[in-house]
């Protein structure tokens, strides 16, 4: 079983920043990527950004140099530095695991994030 807890989350003018951290507890089937969605209301859940053991990270392309990931394989935690932030940035973000093998995934409860003009 694996818990997924997030944090960071919070309103904050456009461009602004928040850094938001998720850190996983309990039985991981071996790190196989970390990383964070981010769904807004009406909308699909969609990739913001994920990141493997060797440390290979992927950003969705609305990114655009303004988001960082990264992750402490250890501690299994994994952190998005939000730069920049843009209302249409507006989500609930959430963090996400997957195991390396056994198809493990898990996800984070959420938490909002409210850029405001």
């Known amino acids: 079983q694996v818990h997924l807890v997030e944090s960071g989350g919070g309103l904050v003018q456009a461009g602004g920043s928040l850094r938001l951290s998720c850190e996983a507890s309990?039985?991981?089937?071996?790190?196989?990527?970390m990383g964070w969605y981010r769904q807004a209301p009406g909308e699909q859940r969609e990739l913001v950004a994920t990141?493997?053991?060797?440390?290979?990270?992927n950003y969705a392309d609305f990114v655009k140099g303004r988001f960082t990931i990264s992750r402490d394989n250890a501690k299994y935690t994994v952190s998005l530095q939000l730069n920049s932030l843009r209302p249409e940035d507006t989500a609930v973000y959430y963090c996400?695991?997957?195991?390396?093998?056994?198809?493990?995934?898990?996800w984070g409860q959420g938490t909002q994030v409210t850029v405001s003009s």
């Open positions: 309990g039985v991981i089937f071996g790190f196989g990527s």
């Open positions: 990141i493997t053991t060797d440390g290979t990270t």
């Open positions: 996400n695991l997957k195991g390396s093998w056994g198809g493990q995934e898990a």
